[in-house]
């Protein structure tokens, strides 16, 4: 999923991915190849950065020391579920992130960490209205991981209607992890000097970037 913005003084790739498909690594790949950018930005703090290059994590337990035990069960089963896609697709969560800070280097293009901090948006994460909870806990129930339609769902076409869906279920987490995060990787884009940019993040949040990017 790839969209562009050009105007007279700046050129702005944008590639939607989808964290654990063997797909979305070899189009950033190409994508970064064929371009040829200045600068290119990925969707990670520096903390998950640093911590996908070096295979280290925070354990559970240390989150729930540094940030209390409702972040830490989010972010466990967060990682349990990112894990778990990533086996059953064959590519470690985040692989295609890292693949173009590898490439970026390789044409000596200057690399930016455009995310918020992870710690920010799990622990925000923790105050989810119990009413949205509930629903949230039902459609987990009802809606099992089922790996052969997440990977039809996250076709370009169904991209739209899958985080209205996630609107819909949990307006809170609809703004925390989309809306939020759209704004604040935005203004990181804007604020970059180089004119040829490869910007990498995740399918659901190009529409929120592109919407965004002013100049």
Excluded: W
């Amino acid at each position: 999923m790839i969209e562009k913005i050009i105007t007279e003084n700046r050129e702005i790739t944008l590639i939607g991915t989808a964290h654990i498909f063997k797909e979305s690594v070899d189009e950033v790949k190409e994508t970064i190849i064929s371009e040829m950018p200045e600068a290119v930005c990925i969707e990670l703090d520096p903390k998950r950065y640093y911590g996908l290059l070096t295979g280290q994590r925070m354990s559970f337990v240390d989150i729930v020391k540094a940030k209390g035990i409702k972040t830490g069960i989010i972010a466990g089963f967060l990682g349990y579920v990112e894990r778990k896609l990533g086996e059953d697709m064959g590519v470690f969560p985040g692989k295609e992130m890292i693949t173009a800070a590898q490439y970026c280097k390789n044409i000596n293009a200057r690399l930016y960490l455009i995310d918020r901090d992870a710690e920010i948006t799990v622990e925000k994460m923790t105050r989810i209205p119990f009413k949205e909870k509930l629903t949230l806990v039902k459609a987990l129930i009802l809606s099992p991981f089922q790996k052969e339609k997440i990977r039809l769902d996250l076709n370009k076409e169904n991209i739209e209607s899958l985080i209205e869906g996630l609107r819909k279920l949990s307006p809170y987490l609809y703004r925390v992890l989309i809306e939020e995060r759209d704004q604040f990787m935005a203004e990181k884009i804007k604020k970059i000097e180089e004119k040829r940019i490869v910007v990498v993040v995740g399918a659901g949040h190009v529409k929120g970037i592109l919407e965004r990017i002013t100049f």
